[in-house]
């Protein structure tokens, strides 16, 4: 064979060659796995190298090659960049975009509502219930002083956040750090809870932590927005006159394990939140408070109630006098009362 043709063959082979990897390489890179989008959430846990992380792409139909996406990930240079977490990706995706979303670490958001009036173990609780964390975890960052101080609340929290994590609906991820949601919840307190309803409690003769306390009650025993300023007020005005406040709810807080039956055993039970039996205020919050409540805490209505009793209907009758008080008791409540027990 002559050298003009050997190199003819050659040039051929070799365009054909280039050929196939140019097709291999737009099959691999240009191509999706699937004709149709199907949606895979994906959780990839903290720790789980490069090659686990192609194979189960590859396994769900994310990429076709794990292979070839371990190889694109380390010739890019973003083989450390890869970040943990739960992803949504779908089968048209193509494998650059695949990679950026995980580099960028486009994590599934998961939107959590926290209901007003939830207590620090309720909020755990439905953290963990929404695999978003552990809520141990939760529970014990949320009670650690040394984090407490570290978000300057030392003054206002006390060795724990109770009532400073905002009612309000986030976005968060799976195993996120518990830090991070509280932070989250605890700046959006500081947003509500801002100088303006500080000069406000100052000007009624409250520290900040006893306006957060007395919304935290207004909290438990009321959940209609026009009647938190005059269970308020009743408070408010208990405490001028150094009346015990009598609540329920902060006596309820102050029973562990409690069985859901308030007994009289219970309203003479001597703890530090049995306000049947103390003066003043209880020593921290009894749960988290919303907008409403903290508004109220700090703008009473101008009334000068001392008594109020459920209607067992959600709304509650209020009175100015004992005499007043127990007519209302007997009348919604069906037993008479021998002192000024605020029932609700």
Same mark, same amino acid.
């Given at each position: 064979?002559?050298?003009?043709?050997?190199?003819?063959?050659?040039?051929?082979?070799?365009?054909?060659?280039?050929?196939?990897? /140019?097709?291999?390489?737009?099959?691999?890179?240009?191509?999706?796995?699937?004709?149709?989008?199907?949606?895979?959430?994906?959780?990839?846990?903290?720790?789980?190298?490069?090659?686990?992380?192609?194979?189960?792409?590859?396994?769900?139909?994310?990429?076709?090659?794990?292979?070839?996406? /371990?190889?694109?990930?380390?010739? =890019?240079?973003?083989?450390?960049?890869?970040?943990?977490?739960?992803?949504?990706?779908?089968?048209?995706?193509?494998?650059?975009?695949? =990679?950026?979303? =995980?580099?960028?670490?486009?994590?599934?958001?998961? =939107?959590?509502?926290?209901?007003?009036?939830?207590?620090?173990?309720?909020?755990?609780?439905?953290?963990?219930?929404?695999?978003?964390?552990?809520?141990?975890?939760?529970?014990?960052?949320?009670?650690?002083?040394?984090?407490?101080?570290?978000?300057?609340?030392?003054?206002?929290?006390?060795?724990? %956040?109770?009532?400073?994590?905002?009612?309000?609906?986030?976005?968060?991820?799976?195993?996120?750090?518990?830090?991070?949601?509280?932070?989250?919840?605890?700046?959006?307190?500081?947003?509500?809870?801002?100088?303006?309803?500080?000069?406000?409690?100052?000007? %009624?003769?409250?520290?900040?932590?006893?306006?957060?306390?007395?919304?935290?009650?207004?909290?438990?025993?009321?959940?209609?927005?026009?009647?938190?300023?005059?269970?308020?007020?009743?408070?408010?005005?208990?405490?001028?006159?150094?009346?015990?406040?009598?609540?329920?709810?902060?006596?309820?807080?102050?029973?562990?394990?409690?069985?859901?039956?308030?007994?009289?055993?219970? %309203?003479?039970?001597?703890?530090?939140?049995?306000?049947?039996?103390?003066?003043?205020?209880?020593?921290?919050?009894?749960?988290?408070?919303?907008?409403?409540?903290?508004?109220?805490? /700090?703008?009473?209505?101008?009334?000068?109630?001392?008594?109020?009793?459920?209607?067992?209907?959600?709304?509650?009758?209020?009175?100015?006098?004992?005499?007043?008080?127990?007519?209302?008791?007997?009348?919604?409540?069906?037993?008479?009362?021998?002192?000024?027990?605020?029932?609700?």
């Amino acid at each position: 064979m002559d050298p003009s043709s050997r190199n003819k063959r050659f040039l051929l082979s070799a365009g054909l060659l280039f050929l196939f990897f /140019v097709f291999v390489l737009y099959w691999l890179l240009g191509v999706p796995p699937s004709k149709t989008a199907s949606t895979k959430v994906i959780f990839l846990k903290k720790g789980t190298p490069l090659k686990k992380v192609s194979e189960i792409l590859e396994q769900e139909g994310i990429i076709k090659n794990r292979h070839f996406f /371990v190889f694109l990930t380390t010739v =890019l240079r973003e083989k450390t960049k890869v970040k943990a977490g739960e992803y949504e990706f779908h089968t048209q995706m193509l494998p650059l975009q695949v =990679l950026d979303a =995980l580099v960028k670490g486009q994590v599934k958001r998961h =939107l959590v509502t926290i209901p007003e009036g939830y207590t620090l173990s309720q909020i755990a609780q439905l953290l963990e219930d929404s695999n978003i964390m552990e809520g141990k975890e939760f529970l014990q960052k949320a009670s650690s002083p040394a984090f407490v101080n570290a978000l300057g609340l030392s003054q206002l929290a006390g060795s724990t %956040l109770e009532g400073y994590l905002f009612p309000d609906s986030y976005h968060l991820v799976r195993e996120m750090d518990p830090e991070e949601a509280i932070q989250m919840m605890v700046r959006q307190f500081k947003k509500v809870f801002g100088p303006n309803l500080s000069q406000r409690a100052s000007e %009624l003769g409250i520290s900040e932590r006893e306006a957060v306390i007395l919304a935290s009650i207004i909290e438990k025993e009321t959940p209609l927005p026009e009647e938190k300023p005059l269970i308020s007020a009743v408070f408010h005005n208990r405490l001028k006159k150094k009346i015990p406040l009598q609540s329920d709810p902060t006596v309820i807080y102050g029973i562990k394990n409690f069985n859901g039956n308030l007994t009289r055993e219970d %309203l003479a039970r001597p703890t530090p939140y049995n306000t049947y039996r103390i003066a003043g205020l209880p020593p921290t919050p009894i749960c988290n408070p919303g907008k409403d409540s903290l508004l109220a805490a /700090v703008n009473p209505a101008p009334v000068s109630y001392l008594y109020f009793v459920s209607r067992n209907d959600g709304s509650h009758y209020f009175s100015f006098d004992l005499e007043e008080h127990n007519r209302a008791v007997w009348k919604y409540q069906k037993y008479p009362t021998k002192n000024n027990l605020t029932r609700k």
